[in-house]
């Protein structure tokens, strides 16, 4: 986190992880030229780039779109999560150098701009072997380029999170666009069907990851309302107390690792229930940032630190330590006999609520 705007938080993690991205750029297009010469030895250098430059930026728009549904199966891929924008910077850039290289080639020695020329060289939308698949690709760089100067912190801050979030949902339409274009485009004049075996793989894995990954969510968004397990080992009568003020059973105390949260699912919001010593505070489970679990991260020096950005937030009222204003709604807890009940209502972000003491 920062207190000001600036135009990389760089440390000791984010410069591993881009040198190793660049060494990886480097690596590929450095093995990708060797096989090009071997098996094409008389492609032409801009034929090379383009296809070089084309296929780096799909394999990383292809990792990028996993790494969500990966993250949500198993945090070991958080700290790819943690840095997804540098990914997706780099792979905007070389799918522009895609786009420049082959706008250049045919396009650029008519007598016509050649953006005009890419939208009127061909204009049969109604064919399938030769439909202008080339203005596909440049309507997913344009979604690209949007992503890619609006990825800064300024303009999550000021466009707010839950309408950057629906503009970074862009990149499923820039990705639906770009198999659209490869599958109309290259894998027409493919006589191989390994490239078309590739795409459609990738297809696949991206739409699988997906669904595996929101159907084990769904399990987390099961409502607590009225939790079965919550009941065993403690009387009716103090359940129906509580539940008489407003107050649900959500878990017993001992389920709750100290300085970490169980997370639950009340009036279909997730609230993180987190333990600290001997007290008990509850927040809403979603960060101010980018929407990150803040119940899968832990307490750190007093404050919940989110798993994928590592914002912060006090405990017993939702906000971030000064000079940060992110602020979280907070719940109201009860501790009665080992057994933790919530008001399911949230209480307005940055509102202070007594911890319960166990």
């Not at 290259?186 to 390994?194: C, F, G, K, M």
């Not at 590592?310 to 009860?334: H, I």
Request: glycine share 6%; net charge positive.
């Amino acid at each position: 986190m920062s207190s000001s705007y600036q135009a990389v938080l760089w440390n000791r993690q984010k410069r591993n992880y881009d040198i190793s991205l660049l060494l990886w750029i480097v690596s590929y297009f450095f093995l990708f030229t060797i096989l090009s010469l071997i098996y094409y030895p008389h492609i032409t250098i801009e034929t090379l780039v383009i296809r070089a430059s084309g296929s780096a930026s799909f394999i990383l728009l292809h990792l990028i779109l996993s790494i969500g549904p990966l993250s949500r199966l198993n945090s070991s891929f958080l700290p790819l999560l943690y840095n997804r924008r540098h990914l997706g910077v780099c792979m905007f850039l070389l799918a522009s150098l895609h786009g420049i290289f082959a706008l250049l080639q045919y396009h650029g020695f008519g007598d016509k701009n050649p953006l005009i020329n890419l939208f009127l060289s061909n204009v049969d939308y109604l064919s399938l072997t030769n439909f202008p698949f080339q203005t596909l690709g440049f309507f997913a760089l344009l979604i690209l380029f949007i992503m890619a100067a609006s990825s800064h912190d300024f303009w999550l801050a000021n466009l707010t999170p839950p309408v950057w979030k629906s503009l970074h949902m862009g990149v499923y339409g820039a990705y639906a666009l770009i198999i659209l274009h490869v599958s109309l485009g290259t894998l027409q004049s493919e006589r191989e069907p390994l490239l078309a075996w590739i795409v459609g793989g990738g297809l696949v894995l991206i739409v699988s990851l997906h669904i595996i990954s929101s159907l084990r969510e769904q399990k987390k968004d099961r409502p607590k309302d009225h939790p079965k397990d919550c009941l065993k080992d403690h009387s009716q009568f103090r359940v129906l107390k509580h539940q008489g003020s407003g107050y649900i059973p959500v878990c017993r105390v001992d389920e709750i690792e100290d300085s970490k949260a169980f997370t639950v699912t009340l009036s279909q919001e997730r609230v993180a229930i987190f333990r600290y010593g001997d007290r008990i505070s509850a927040v809403s489970n979603v960060c101010r940032h980018q929407g990150g679990p803040l119940g899968e991260g832990r307490i750190i020096n007093g404050c919940i630190v989110c798993p994928w950005h590592g914002y912060q937030y006090q405990a017993e009222n939702g906000s971030s330590p000064p000079p940060y204003t992110e602020k979280l709604p907070t719940f109201r807890v009860k501790v009665d006999e080992g057994m933790v009940y919530i008001h399911p209502h949230p209480l307005p972000a940055g509102t202070l609520v007594t911890p319960a003491e166990i």
